[in-house]
Each structure stands twice: as C-alpha cells, then as structure tokens.
C-alpha cells in the first residue's frame, strides 16, 4: 500500500522567505508521528501542504499516492484535519455541527460521533461558543474522526488545553488509534506529552528536516560522550556531532552514534528522547546566528 | 484486573514499565493464571500512550511465558508460570545477610543500590553500544 504521506523535496515560500526547504519525509502507515520545532520552524506549512491548504513552491507531497492540491478528490475523503486552537461554527449547538458533519462528508459516522460526545458527557444542544477549551478540542476531533480518516493530521491539538483537558484528548485520540487503521500526525511543543504518545518524530528547525525516524531508533542512536576537554579540530574530526558543551577541564558532546567507534578517552551515557531534541533545536539556533552574523 | 501506572521520572521505557508491573503483579499473586490483561484500548485510554508501547510489552510478556495471547479475545496470564528459579529462597537469605552487613559497615540505601548496580554491571557480558 502507498504511504500515508510521502514528500520528496518539498518546498514552500512566502515572498522571499523560505517556510519550508527541501524536506524528504515518508510517514508510514499506522504510525503516530510527532512534528516538532520551534515557532516558524515549519510545522504548519508542512501540514497545509499535506491537507491541500497550500500549493508546494518546490518538490511534492503525495497522500496516499495522490496530490493533495491536484486531485483533493482523492486526498480528501481519507484525511482528518484539526487546525489550530480547532476552529468551530461558535454559534452552531454541538448537534449543528455534527449534522453539518453528516451533510458534507460521504463517509461520515454519524452513530461514532454520537457515541464520542455522549461518551465524553457533553452537552450536544449546547452552543459550541459555550463550550471549554478542552470540550471544543473534543468536539473537533469528533469531527474530524467521525470522518473515518485514514490520516489525522492534528496542527498543535493541545496547545491550548489545561493539563486534564489535555491528558483526556491524548486518551481518546489514543483509544481512535488502538482501534486500527489509523495513521496520525501531530505538531507539540509539548514533549513530554509526545514521548508517551508518539512513535515516530520529525524534527523541523529553519525550514528544514534535522531528523525523521522512529523514536525508539533515535533514542538508541544518540549518545552523550563526556571525557577531557577535547579541541575543536579533534571534534570537528568526528561524525555527527549534534551538540557540544565544554568547560576548561571537560567536554561533553551529544553524537549520532549509529555504529560509529570513539576513542577510549570518551565514557559513552544514554540519553532521553528531551535532551535529543534539546540539542537538534539549540543546534539550529546557533546556526541561524550564525548566518545572521555572516550576513 | 491489574491497573497500570507510569512514573515518567523513572527513566525506564514506557513498555518496560508496564512489562514489570505485570510481573510483579504476578509475583505477588495480584494476577493469578488465567486473568485477563486490561485490552490494549483499554490500557491507552487509561494512560494515554501510544498503543504500540502496550502491544509491545504484551509481546515481550508473551515471549517470557507469563502471559498467552489469544487471538481475538484478548491477553491472559499463563496457566503454567515459569517457575522461579531453585534456589530463590538461598539467595533471597544471602543477600539478605548482604545487606545487614553493608548496613553495618556504614552503608545507606542509595550506597547500597549503586553497589549494587555497578556490580551487576560489571558481571554482564560485554555489548557493543
């Protein structure tokens, strides 16, 4: 079966500004992908480039084989999607806006999204406006589910949630995605809330892809080497280097390990999925100001 | 019915968490052969973590023997539980008798773990990183 989504090259600009550069992704089916970077890393260009909401500058997107922009015919009917702070009809009661759920989409299940709300215990002839950030999230990704995607594609889902509200809508997108079929992408800045939920991540920092791999390969790969302090053409002499940090006496690196031998001077320490992307993030920072500089 | 908890300070990976609580549950007869595990959907919507971690340490419980994984019905304890090792009881003692001579040597808990895992440590087989 064609991947749920499938990007080769993919580039977006506004103006002068790149949004999003040369990004070669493949999300594979059934997997719950993380997107994370930080502001204006991309993350929401990728995600309207994958729904059809934005027409690549550069490269292509495939989902499930088709063109989002060109054929959304065939794209569309597959895809669930939740924008940021889940935009709903304010003054549609709950019940409005499932009914408008049924109306427009061909697929739509509408015992499923009933089941949810009463599930959830929300009010169904309660006016959407009137609702909790938490309950409205939940009434979006109602929507969007009963759908019956078979890609979500979820753009900052919790940002907005208090801690419960957002542990309830993990829980339930979690219960959508035990019950099979369903491949999700979603943007956090949360990433504690990632680590538990995601198996997959793509690290977007400037435009550009840093990583994109299953989770527990990134945090079998990755390591920190502490050992005396090392100069920089030594280090420079090494492989993927992600971060490093010194003091006079120690040097302490974090690497991309992947089978690569080091010196016995250096004491290898795992490392946990944060500090990973802590270093991919900070990584960035420094290369922009660098370019900055340079400029 | 065993109910799962999380402690995401532990450093240890989600599904090995839950791998260890089933066989402590065991352990202490909380879970007895022939009980079911809570469903896969059941355990995310509890703890809102991704579905793979579960099936992963329902696999590796299945690996071990501890639990029988039927096909469309769900999870189960082993009606035959590996048996403990022989000599459970004598080690249980002598380390017993371990600690109560760390203890008097000056040792406190967090002395006596590191020992501990610095030696256990150094008598596993080498791996390559």
Known sequence: ?295 | MILFHLDPRSGVPTYLQLVQQVRQAVQLGILRPGDQLPTVKDVVGALAINPNTVLKAYRELDHEGLVVARRGVGTFVADELPSPPDDLKGLRASLHRWVERARAAGLDDENIAALLAETTRAERPARVA
């Open chain 1, 1 to 295: 079966m064609t991947a749920p989504v499938h990007a080769h090259g993919l580039g977006k600009r506004y103006g002068a500004t790149w949004a999003l550069r040369d990004c070669t992704l493949e999300i594979p089916t059934g997997s719950v992908t993380a997107l994370v970077g930080p502001n204006g890393a991309g993350k929401t260009t990728l995600l309207q480039l994958v729904v059809g909401l934005s027409r690549p500058t550069d490269g292509s997107v495939r989902v499930f084989g088709a063109d989002p922009v060109g054929d959304p015919a065939a794209v569309l009917q597959h895809v669930g999607f939740v924008a940021q702070e889940h935009p709903l009809y304010r003054g549609f009661t709950i019940a409005d806006t499932l009914k408008l759920g049924l109306k427009m989409n061909p697929n739509w299940d509408d015992e499923l999204a009933h089941a949810r709300i009463e599930q959830l215990g929300l009010p169904i002839r309660r006016k959407v406006g009137k609702l909790s950030g938490g309950q409205q999230a939940q009434v979006a990704l109602t929507l969007a589910l009963a759908k019956r995607p078979d890609l979500l594609v979820l753009d900052e889902p919790v940002a907005s949630l208090d801690p419960l509200a957002r542990r309830e809508f993990l829980q339930s997108l979690m219960e959508a995605v035990a019950e099979g079929g369903l491949t999700v992408i979603l943007s956090s800045h949360i990433l504690a809330d990632l680590e538990r939920v995601c198996d997959h991540i793509i690290i977007l920092a400037n435009g550009r892809t840093q990583l994109a791999s299953p989770i527990d390969d990134v945090v079998a790969t990755h390591r920190l080497l502490t050992g005396p302090r090392a100069d920089a053409a030594a280090i420079a002499r090494m492989h993927d280097v992600v971060s490093e940090r010194h003091t006079e006496r120690q040097t302490s690196l974090l690497v991309r390990a992947n089978g690569h031998v080091y010196d016995a001077t250096w004491e290898l320490h795992e490392v946990d999925l944060e500090e990973i992307v802590l270093a991919y993030l900070a990584r960035d920072r420094s290369a922009m100001a660098d370019t900055v500089r340079s400029a």
